[in-house]
């Protein structure tokens, strides 16, 4: 394995920025969540209160019209954002008018989780260049991306990709076995092509900057490979990227929250069994231990 190890040692040489006392909403930031499909309706509601528990001072969820509200009653501290979709349930081009209306005020936004269409990463591309806010692309956002790489540049410096081994073989083109015997090599041409932050995420996870620097974090636990997780850690990188840090520092220090309430649930709730809604609620302890 190569690169530096995440640790609170490292986390104190990348401080978030400083919030004075007398700060409000505004000033941690929004969050914008395009999130959601007829299969997995709930992912908005994870990934958006994972961003709040990480401190962003504000929250919207853009998802199908169908699902609108019932995320509303579930989520009363997020502003809704009721979008077209295709014949499939899903979203598609024709949600781009909304979103481009959404993303304005956006300082950070996650697209993909819950997303199956066909269209979805051109979906994620086009939210990317029509804002100047940072962006999370994870889940569904992934597949197909490497066919908008060229266009994507114009997000370089700002973006974030978060796969699993299978979503980044299926990026790169490799197998699945192919990622898991070489994950750095994997983690690092994804950020080259795309010029994006790279978290590929494992019990070990590697995080790869587009100028070849690279860190490692080996204190995941089994517990957190559960449905769902992937989206809670999309949620606190997009919240501490509303929060100000730079999209390497927010992947780095997102990692490790997750990880650190993973460790917190394995203790009180069991090593197997805790939930993805469960991680969310044990963010802002993880993230305090993660600021001491």
């Not at 962003?56 to 502003?79: C, I, N, S, T």
Request: glycine share 14%.
């Amino acid at each position: 394995m190569t690169g530096i190890q995440i640790d609170p040692a490292l986390l104190r040489t990348m401080p978030l920025p400083e919030l004075p006392e007398e700060s409000d909403k505004e000033a941690r930031g929004r969050v914008l969540i395009v999130a959601g499909g007829p299969q997995v309706p709930g992912a908005p509601l994870l990934t958006g209160l994972a961003a709040l528990r990480t401190g962003a001072g504000k929250l919207q969820l853009a998802a199908p019209r169908a699902m609108a509200l019932a995320l509303g009653v579930a989520a009363p501290e997020a502003g809704i954002v009721a979008l077209p979709v295709g014949a499939d349930g899903e979203i598609g081009p024709q949600a781009l008018p909304a979103l481009a209306e959404a993303a304005k005020g956006a300082d950070a936004i996650v697209v993909g989780p819950g997303m199956m269409g066909a269209h979805t990463a051109s979906v994620a591309t086009e939210t990317a260049l029509m804002t100047k806010g940072a962006l999370v692309l994870d889940a569904g956002a992934l597949s197909g991306l490497l066919d908008h790489a060229q266009r994507l540049r114009g997000a370089a410096g700002r973006l974030v990709i978060t796969p699993h081994a299978g979503e980044m073989a299926s990026l790169l083109g490799w197998t699945r076995e192919q990622v898991t015997a070489e994950p750095d090599r994997a983690a690092g041409k994804a950020a080259q092509v795309l010029g994006a932050v790279v978290a590929l995420k494992g019990e070990t996870t590697r995080i790869a900057h587009p100028d070849g620097r690279a860190w490692i974090h080996t204190g995941g636990v089994v517990g957190l490979g559960t449905s769902g997780s992937g989206d809670v850690l999309a949620g606190i990188i997009a919240g501490l990227l509303a929060r100000g840090a730079p999209p390497h520092e927010a992947a780095i220090r997102g990692v490790f929250v997750h990880g650190r309430a993973g460790e917190r649930l394995s203790q009180t709730v069991g090593a197997l069994g805790f939930l993805a809604r469960e991680i969310v609620d044990a963010v802002p302890a993880a993230l305090s231990a993660a600021e001491g």
